[in-house]
């Protein structure tokens, strides 16, 4: 059997070696042959030499530097394109994600799940806003969407062979990762871990990206948020009529009404709900518009731990992914 790891890396020269060490104990022990992927995703500090320090160590890892920062999603997505194992294991480059997890998910595996996610009991390091906000989100994300997200996960996983020739298929940007792998079914099992702190650096995912990728969540697997200004709408028209009913009342009862202050709050009811709900379908049409401009996911600078795959044949792989057929393990 063979495991291969993929690990994104936007500056983390700090935990690469303590992370390679870790995942090649637990990889030696768990499967008969590995590879560890790194992505370089527009790394600025030492990441990529110290990748390249580890692959002329040990042949088993494998590095591709992305031409500048193409986001997590991404960089994960071209190591997926690339990985050739059995069964190919996520995971990040911090060491939030124990690596020693991978030989219970291979050993679930072996018994015949094809995706083996990891679910956090505790989160270690992490701010009360960020766990607060992504309880509140994968709950509200599981209510509007058809596929069934799996609770309190992030991207740590093992994915069967099977489930990686799906999600190359999956050219959509933007990409949510972990609903695709939710989306393409076959059996998938949870192991349950405590997610440490990070062993060095600092959190790449600040505000702006984590909204992002909830935008991108919630836009490729619920058309929910577009229905909401039919909601808005209908509400926000209940609202006028009840009003235009105790404004009647009143005047028969000879109450003076004060008219105008009414109606400017009405008016900026409406005009916040209108503005809102074009938001949303904005983001809609925007996500289409990057799917029709059909670029590729990503820009391929160089790689080394593949003889036979050119940078131009690399790069080529994201426009035209490999023709796979779903064969059975
Ligand atoms: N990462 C990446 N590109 C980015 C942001 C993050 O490759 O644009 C990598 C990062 O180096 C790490 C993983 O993705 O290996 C998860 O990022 P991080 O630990 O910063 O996220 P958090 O755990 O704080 O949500
Ligand atoms: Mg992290």
Redesign the pocket.
Known sequence: MKLSIV??????EPNLSLLYERLQRVATASADDYEIIF?N?GSTDGSLAAMGRLHERDPRVKCISLSR?F??QI?STAGLDRASGDAVVLI???L?DPPEVIAEMVARWRSGAAVVYARRRVRHDESFLKKATAHLFYRLLNRISDVDIPLDTGDFRLIDRRVVQVLRRCRENPRFLRGLVAWAGFRQDAVHYDRAG?HAGQ???RVG?MFNLAWAAACSFSVVPLQLGFWFGSAAILLSLLLGVVLIVQRFCGVPVEGSSLLACALFLLGGVQLVTLGIASRYVGYILQTVQNRPLYVVESQRGWDDVTEDAATDVTRQPESSQVTAR
């Open positions: 690990v994104p890396v936007l500056n983390e992505v995703d920062n986001g997590h960089a990040d480059a911090d939030q990070r959190s790449k995912y990206k």
